[in-house]
């Protein structure tokens, strides 16, 4: 789940405007797309890259990566099933409000292979240095930088601004690693942080969490092992119960995913846990500096 | 989207096969009579999408019309959870033997459906869960095999159902195919009554549709119980805009759900009061003219803070649609901005240039400001 220079990247939906657009950035970020999907426009070529009927179709003309979603949410179940079946490892789900009971078939079959769903409802994955897979600012200088902390995020925009005061307090990323707002994801918060221990260029580890759900309380139950530092910040403090905030996954029910039983989790698990996202980075940058790692 | 019961009963459950009671339902006492007269003993049930009706004064039991009457006039205008009632089902009334629980919801670790059933029905599951939760017993479902009557065995096995598990078998099955059927977010029969004739009826229905799902379930949309929202919630939701109005004095206008929590959360930790949680994320960037307009027109705001980080979102766009709305709307109040991500330079100069404020660098000093100015 983390982007490496070269990896060969699908776009499904790229001759749609979001698709096409988000293809051109990708591309000038230095991803290396391979080509796109559009059944009614096979055979023709879009921004340099040629356009498949089917990611099946694709696969027989050379190994992918990864595969990046840009279809809306109907039709996204039946795209995430043919990439599955093009037995691409990696897909990117960027689509919002896809039916829940997609969603399960979705993960269903991915089950059943050897593919690995990000999202849905991500921002996607970016490498700072070496490119990005979705709808994040990745070429933008000011929010990334390449380094050593990897980011861990349900949010887009979040996420977007965390990675910025790193930035700007000198801490680069490793990774970030959008997993999407959606409660039924396929790569949970766990799944993030445990590839992130694994990355030999990850050093620390900023957790952006969200209410909803117990991925954090699953990924506090992880980092408690850990030895690289962990860092986190929990959205939805202030949320008022049984109320949808935006992301699906965001509501707190019935007492269950809540913001306290989050946070001492992840604190119980000697995560620093900070009350705004602008502390995040100053926190990492203090647990940092002293042995210089960053 | 939520349901009322008889909704739920006649829509759902009876088209699937699974049985219910005779009802009618009825808008005036004298009509309730009248389908009391032509069923017998009656249960008289207000029909709100809330939960806890008998508790609140909803639920009543006539034996004869005149009683059906009465207590359809107790409970019709009568409010319920803050629905007011306007709508009762005179129900038949069953011969109960035993109650029994039964639903399918969707389980987000194992990102499944999920059957559940206590041989303990007629409470609520959260009271249930809390009390007894070795009495619900759970079943995950593999989507791609299905839910059949044979699967039910280790979900009734034990529970001394006799000869109605057969029957009870049958109805989870189907309760299963009509939740997939019709993108239930969940569907529930509490209580499912085992009758002394030994027939198996679901006394009560409670249907979630999932939201993202009404395009393809156009006859379900069609009969949903409206959404409580207020005013301006309900003119957020004709923009396609999640506006969900808080009692603070702070107004909120970001983009993104997360980064719209966050600024909520920074707001209450620096000892603010949220007015508003209002997402323009994904598409709907390009409606800050919109959301600037609902956020000013909820009449506790004192200050307001314009959280932009552009990931998806571009903030020259949302920046330029809030400078237009302002220019329309000419507010009193004074506004602070931190805009960051894709387009922020330009964003940063046209507030600059048309607005004549200066946005500020970190999130925390642009919440700061605004609380103080709420003061």
Known sequence: MIYRSGHSVLVQGITGKQGSFWTQNMQACGTNVVGGVNPKRAGERILGVPIYGSAVDAAWDGAIDISVIFIPPLQARAAVIDAIDARIRTIVVLTEHIPTRDIVDIHARARASQSRIIGPNTAGIVTPGEGFVGIMPGGNAEVFQPGSVGVISRSGSLGTLICLDLSRAGLGQSAFIGIGGDPLIGTTTRDALIALDRDPRTRAVALIGEIGGSMEEDAADYARGMTKPVVAFIAGRAAPPDKKMGHAGAIVSGGRGGYDSKRAALEAAGVRVTDTPNELARALAGLLAPSGVA | ?375
Request: with cysteine; proline share 4%; hydrophobic share 50%.
């Open chain 2, 1 to 375: 989207m939520n349901f009322e019961e008889h909704v739920g009963k006649a829509l759902l459950l009876a088209p699937a096969g699974i049985a219910i009671p005779r009802g009618v339902v009825c808008t005036t006492p004298d009509a309730a009579a009248d389908a009391a007269r032509g069923i017998g003993p009656v249960v008289v049930k207000a029909q709100v999408p809330a939960g806890k009706r008998g508790k609140s004064g909803g639920i009543a039991i006539a034996v004869t019309p005149e009683q059906a009457a009465s207590a359809a006039r107790k409970i019709l205008g009568s409010s319920i959870a803050g629905y007011v009632v306007e709508r009762v089902l005179v129900e038949a009334r069953a011969e109960i033997d035993r109650e029994v629980y039964a639903a399918v919801v969707t389980d987000v670790e194992s990102r499944s459906p999920l059957v559940l059933f206590s041989a303990e029905g007629g409470v609520e599951i959260e009271e249930l869960a809390a009390a007894k939760p070795d009495t619900i017993r759970r079943a995950v479902v593999d989507v791609t095999r299905g839910f059949r009557s044979a699967d039910s065995v280790d979900l009734l096995r034990g529970q001394g159902l006799g000869a109605a598990e057969a029957a009870i078998a049958e109805v989870l099955a189907k309760l299963y195919q009509l939740y997939r059927d019709h993108d239930a977010e969940l569907v529930e029969i509490n209580p499912l009554a085992l009758l002394r004739d030994g027939r198996v009826v679901a006394l009560d229905c409670k249907f979630v549709l999932d939201d993202a799902a009404a395009l393809r379930q156009p006859a379900l949309v069609a009969a949903a119980a409206p959404l409580k929202l207020t005013a301006l919630e309900g003119r957020g939701a004709e923009h396609g805009l999640k506006f969900i109005q808080l009692d603070g004095n702070v107004g909120i206008l970001a983009n993104g759900a997360g980064l719209t929590m966050t600024t909520m959360d920074v707001i209450a930790q620096f000892g603010g009061r949220p007015a508003n949680f209002l997402e323009i994320g994904g598409d709907a960037y390009t409606k800050a003219e919109v959301a600037l307009d609902l956020v000013l027109s909820n009449p506790g705001v004192k200050s307001l803070v314009v959280n932009f980080c552009g990931a998806f979102a571009r903030t020259d766009v949302m920046a330029a649609g809030v400078i237009r709305a302002w220019e329309v709307l000419r507010p009193s109040v004074p506004a602070f901005f931190s805009i960051h991500g894709t387009g922020a330079d330009e964003a940063v100069k046209l507030v600059r240039e048309r607005l004549g404020v200066e946005p500020y660098d970190l999130m925390e000093d642009a919440v700061l400001a605004a609380i103080e100015a709420a003061r």
